[in-house]
């Protein structure tokens, strides 16, 4: 069974860093692109970031490029979403989802982010 | 980026319906455009992929069609585990976009 399993999230002040970390477990890791989407409070979704299989490709949503950087660790089977200078508008449930032909067929449950003085 | 934009917003069903709603992309994405469905308080689900390609262990009910700019998912016959909110994304280029969503409610 695939599983993804976000943590990391928790309140932060205006122009701090958070890291959040996606474990995957049920299928072969390396093989598949991964995602980071994000869901503010009562809104939609909004694509943030993905990275390629071996990491040699990553791309951003341009509110988040020079502040966020997505990484993995094939050999941990994990995920990370380091955030930096997080602003209120960052706020929002972060979900990890794995590739599938470009679109994403499993997800995590979230973690939630908010940033607040 | 590509903007996708869903029509309606939100509307009212009953169980036993066929519902369409519409997604438009601002530039042509091919085929590549997913539909997904939301629960409150839930991760997203993929319905369907590639435009119309119906992932593994969505019932039959649910169809998408469309290239280029316009495309549609319909629920043939609405089920009341149906009720939720529907978005579309693009995946044809970066950064990839959802469109707004499209919340069924219950008449």
């Known amino acids: 069974e695939v599983q993804l399993v976000e943590s990391g999230g928790g309140l932060v002040q205006p122009g701090g860093s958070l890291r959040l970390s996606c474990v995957a477990s049920g299928f072969t890791f390396s093989t598949y692109s991964l995602s980071w989407v994000r869901q503010a409070p009562g809104k939609g979704l909004e694509w943030v970031t993905n990275i390629k299989q071996d990491g040699s490709e990553k791309n951003y949503v341009d509110s988040v490029k020079g502040r966020f950087t997505i990484s993995r660790d094939n050999a941990k089977n994990s995920l990370y979403l380091q955030m930096n200078s997080l602003r209120a508008e960052d706020t929002a449930v972060y979900y990890c989802?794995?590739?599938?032909?470009?679109?994403?067929?499993?997800w995590g449950l979230g973690t939630l982010v908010t940033v607040s003085s | 980026a590509i903007r996708m934009t869903q029509s309606p917003s939100s509307f009212s069903a009953s169980t036993g319906d066929r519902v369409t709603i519409t997604c438009r992309a601002s530039?042509?994405?091919?085929?590549?455009l997913a539909w997904y469905q939301q629960k409150p308080g839930k991760a997203p689900k993929l319905l369907i992929y590639a435009a119309s390609t119906l992932q593994s262990g969505v019932p039959s009910r649910f169809n998408g069609s469309g290239s280029g700019t316009d495309f549609t998912l319909t629920i043939s016959c609405l089920q009341s585990e149906d009720f939720a909110t529907y978005y579309c994304q693009q995946y044809y280029s970066y950064p990839r976009t959802f469109g707004q969503g499209t919340k069924v409610e219950i008449k």
């Open positions: 989802a794995k590739d599938h032909y470009g679109a994403s067929d499993y």
């Open positions: 530039q042509g994405i091919s085929s590549y």
